[in-house]
């Protein structure tokens, strides 16, 4: 572990399409691998207009299951993350953290169980009891209300966690959310019984992941 804070840039990128937001997370990996340049930790969020996105755990997806959803009026993409498909779209709050490990911890495991524990901290400052199980993401309950799938090279972590603030869940009815089957979807919405948007959710999830990961945060000219 470094001595001191280390310093987390947060960039807001609105709404945005996958492929744009994936091009921006690149962007700042290569920045990082580049000895020459010294490029800050950085916290990309956003909203995604609606995809499914499957991981490098793929379960077979033909050509026409694949146009089957792209029919529904989604995107579709194959990633580099860990996990199999789920959704991202209007009303989740998506969130990149593209870090050096280097910075925190090299490991792994420990910074998945940090992003999860950022997500039950979020979660506990709206009131809600969220935890992990064997599976991964967080839950409340048998529902998951945050999909976890990150990558990591060369400890440069990329893609991340995407939590349900107000979204439209029948998106997830055309799918199997991260090949658990018999397990629900829910929402922050849906267990507060009232809307939360994703500009509601921002400064909590913020708050919770500088304590977790005992970072400060800088906010770039972009956000909100």
């Known amino acids: 572990m470094s001595f001191g ?5 947060v960039a807001y990128l609105g709404r945005i399409s996958y492929h744009n937001a994936l091009k921006i997370q690149q962007h700042h ?8 340049n010294s490029s800050p930790n950085t916290l990309l969020l956003c909203e995604h207009e609606p995809v499914y996105t499957i991981g490098i755990r793929q379960a077979p ?11 529904l009026g989604a995107d579709f993409f194959r990633t580099n993350r860990g996990g199999l498909i789920t959704f991202h779209g209007p009303g989740q709050l998506v969130c990149y953290p593209v870090l050096n490990l280097g910075c925190f911890k090299k ?3 420990w910074y998945v169980c ?8 979020t979660c506990s400052k709206f009131g809600i009891k969220a935890s992990t199980s ?12 945050c999909a976890i799938g990150i990558h990591c090279g060369r400890y440069i972590t990329s893609h991340g966690l995407a939590l349900n603030c107000n979204t439209d869940m029948s998106w997830f009815q055309n799918i199997v959310p991260c090949g658990l089957v018999g397990k629900g979807v829910t929402s922050l919405s849906l267990e507060l019984e009232r809307n939360v948007s994703t500009e509601e959710a921002i400064p909590k999830l913020l708050k919770a992941f500088s304590e977790q990961f005992n970072c400060s945060l800088i906010y770039d000219n972009s956000f909100m």
């Open 114 to 121: 940090e992003l999860e524990r950022t997500v039950i901290n």
């Open 29 to 36: 990996i290569k920045q990082h691998l580049d000895s020459s």
């Open 5 to 9: 804070k280390a310093a987390v840039k």
């Open 107 to 109: 490991s792994v495991r």
């Open 134 to 145: 064997p599976d991964t993401g967080v839950w409340v309950g048998n529902n998951k209300i």
């Open 61 to 71: 997806y033909t050509p026409e299951e694949e146009q089957r959803l792209k029919d």
